[in-house]
């Protein structure tokens, strides 16, 4: 049976190589029985078949190399073919998660289109808003020019008003050409001054004293300490202190001061008497300034009858009393005693003056625990501020809960409820003030609101902080950069108390202290809280400087207080800081009646700052309780850098009402007026007949 011929080149040889050797076997033998000439053909036939057989071979064998050389390269063709197709696939994945990404991208692009069409319009009216603030800011600044110009006329007004009085002053006394010694005896001659010296009731001598009289000091500064350890020795009861060596303005003040001795500084409110210390022959005006030390004395103690005073050059000694004739209202008169000697002087004031009954300051009500008090702040007729060292919250009563303490803080303010003379001012609880101010405390309190720290189970005391520095109007005057700054902080406080249902009533510059850069608002006694209110009406107690448009013609009426009654204060915070000039010689206690000049005074100056063009839109916008309009008003003193000689407001205070300032501020430690002090130098007369004069004035 015929073998099948494949197709498959190796087989193929395999079948060949089997056939001729099949054929070779049997060759031989056909070749033996064929015959010679048969064999010869055979043999012919088998030598042509054999060598194209191996050719063939040979053939087969190249052809077949050159198959398995083309199949590697195909095998790697395939393998990188296949590695394309590998890289192909993920460049495809990519792109599909691209596709995927830019669809979400678009989905989420239209979602943002009206929040980008929003953007823009808050872009445009952002835009519009600044372009707004730099039309206000251009104004401003035009504004600023103009007060500044205006505050300029003023100051040259004033200046020329000022030069042109003392010109007339000069001239009076030139006409006049008075002495001190004839204006002392002109006050003997109206009375004011007994001339009759009466002798001093004298008990005993001080033997202390003895070696002190008998001493030659070389001058007399020499002389303050010696006495000082004498007296304090001799009057354990009182304290002593040495005024004229103490301080700034030393010469400005007594040389020895006594005083109650719970004190630890030396204020009005507190001194028993006061010793003046000269070296030489005592003078006319030696005398006249003991009167002006106790007529400063008795100004702060208005419950006080009689006021003694020493002058002394330790060998002769001169006593001066001033004595309230009629009341406190009604005028005084000066008591004068004969000389005697530096030891009868001594043992008068140890056995008299600082004993008696009708010689006693005001003692300090407060609670004992607190200690000495480091400093007084201030008085009215219904209370009293002073500063003590930081107490522990077990030596306090009624430690606030949650209360926290600054860094660094030592001391702390109380507030006392209290009256000299109860038959007057009857004593009234802090209640009020302390519950706004706990108030205040529970709402988180702010860094612009004074707050409290403890206070008594009667509601007559408590503690404050922050012991701030008075926010002084003179200083601020001449640092608009630290006045904006101040208002500003003023302004933030004030609304916080409105969100509140809080209104302070007595927005003014008694009322605001400065913690370093800070301004803080103190004083709560006249604040009154809406939500107890409920809709009803109380009657007006706030200082009358900063009494409502609305209510000068009405003080005795009830009203119901407005966030608006503390903007139109706070507009008049900033007008009576850049032009002081308007209220110079503003006696605001007689705003109580709706007649006097400073009524009047006070309702030509609100219509004059509606009428005018920079203050218009400030006093509208206090109407209309517009917060946003008055919270840029601090911004007038933005355009400012400095002024150069401002007119300023010099002494008294903004409220009849008020002795000393009642502030948690610093004041000076001791309190004695300035600028009618005669000291050891030549003293003018005129300031003699001012002194004398004011022995006819009450307290």
């Given amino acids: 049976m015929p073998t099948a011929v494949t197709n498959d080149p190796e087989k193929l040889e395999q079948q060949v190589d089997r056939l001729y050797n099949e054929f070779a076997a049997l060759l031989p033998d056909w070749i033996a029985k064929a015959d010679k000439q048969r064999q010869q053909i055979l043999r012919t036939f088998f030598a042509a078949i054999s060598e194209p057989g191996r050719s063939a071979q040979k053939e087969l064998h190249k052809t077949q190399t050159e198959l398995e050389t083309a199949n590697d390269r195909l095998r790697e063709t395939q393998i990188e073919l296949n590695t394309a197709q590998d890289g192909l696939r993920k460049e495809q994945t990519y792109v599909k998660a691209l596709l995927k990404k830019l669809r979400a991208a678009r989905t989420e692009l239209l979602g943002l289109r009206p929040q980008i069409q929003a953007n823009e319009q808050l872009v445009k009216s952002m835009q519009q808003t600044i372009d707004s603030e730099k039309q206000i800011s251009s104004i401003l600044k035009d504004n600023c020019e103009t007060l500044r110009v205006i505050s300029r006329r003023q100051e040259m007004e004033l200046i020329q008003n000022r030069n042109e009085l003392m010109g007339r002053q000069d001239n009076l006394s030139s006409l006049i050409s008075r002495t001190k010694t004839q204006t002392w005896h002109d006050a003997v001659d109206k009375g004011w001054i007994r001339a009759r010296e009466e002798p001093l009731p004298v008990g005993g001598r001080c033997d202390d004293a003895r070696a002190i009289a008998n001493k030659v000091f070389t001058t007399e500064k020499a002389m303050y300490k010696p006495v000082v350890k004498m007296l304090k020795a001799a009057l354990p009861n009182c304290a002593v202190f040495d005024t004229h060596s103490s301080g700034d303005n030393a010469s400005l003040k007594p040389d020895i001061t006594i005083t109650t001795k719970q004190v630890n500084m030396v204020h009005a409110l507190y001194v028993r008497t006061i010793t003046e210390i000269k070296k030489g022959k005592i003078l006319v005006r030696d005398k006249a300034q003991v009167i002006n030390y ?397 002194m004398l004069e004011g022995l006819d004035l009450g307290a």
């Fill in 294 to 690: 106790l007529c400063q004395i008795a100004e702060s103690q208005y419950w006080r009858r009689q006021f003694t005073g020493l002058v002394t050059n330790t060998e002769q000694s001169y006593f001066l009393q001033l004595r309230r004739t009629n009341g406190m209202f009604h005028r005084f008169e000066v008591q004068t005693y004969a000389p005697v000697s530096f030891e009868e002087s001594v043992a008068y004031l140890r056995d008299v003056v600082a004993n008696s009954p009708a010689e006693t300051p005001c003692t300090p009500p407060f609670n004992p625990a607190l200690g000495k008090i480091q400093s007084q702040r201030g008085m009215t007729q219904r209370s009293v501020v002073a500063e003590f060292k930081l107490p522990r919250p077990s030596d306090a009563v009624g430690w606030v809960d949650g209360v926290t303490i600054p860094p660094g803080c030592k001391t702390v303010c109380v507030k006392r409820a209290y009256c000299a003379d109860e038959t007057m001012y009857p004593v009234r609880a802090c209640e009020d003030e302390i519950n706004i101010l706990k108030k205040v405390h529970a709402l988180g309190g702010h860094q612009s609101i004074v707050s409290i720290l403890f206070h008594d189970d009667e509601m007559l005391e408590f503690g404050m902080l922050p012991c701030a520095l008075p926010a002084d109007p003179k200083t601020l005057n001449a640092n608009p950069p630290l006045a904006s700054s101040i208002l500003n902080d003023v302004f933030c406080g004030m609304t916080w108390l409105h969100k509140h249902d809080i209104i302070h009533r007595d927005i003014r510059w008694d009322n605001i202290v400065r913690a370093g850069a800070q301004g803080v608002i103190i004083d709560f006694g006249a604040a009154v809280d809406l939500a107890e209110l409920a809709g009803g009406t109380t009657t007006y107690a706030g200082g009358y400087l900063c009494c409502p448009p609305r209510l000068l013609n009405a003080l005795d009426q009830p009203y119901h207080p407005t966030v608006a009654d503390d903007y139109h204060a706070y507009v008049l915070l900033v007008n009576t800081l850049l032009m002081p000039g308007t209220i110079v010689g503003f006696e605001s206690g007689k705003v109580e009646s709706p007649l006097s000049s400073e009524t009047c005074m006070l309702q030509d100056m609100w219509m004059r700052l509606r009428e005018n063009e920079i203050w218009r839109p400030w006093v509208v916008a206090a109407e209309a309780e517009d917060a946003d309009t008055l919270g840029r008003l601090n911004m007038i003193f933005d355009g400012l850098t400095s002024v150069s000689n401002p007119v300023r407001r010099e002494g008294g205070n903004s409220d009849g009402e008020q002795v000393g300032e009642e502030a948690a501020g610093e004041g000076d430690d001791n309190e004695w007026d300035d600028e009618d002090d005669y000291g050891d130098d030549d003293e003018s007369d005129d300031e003699l007949d001012d």
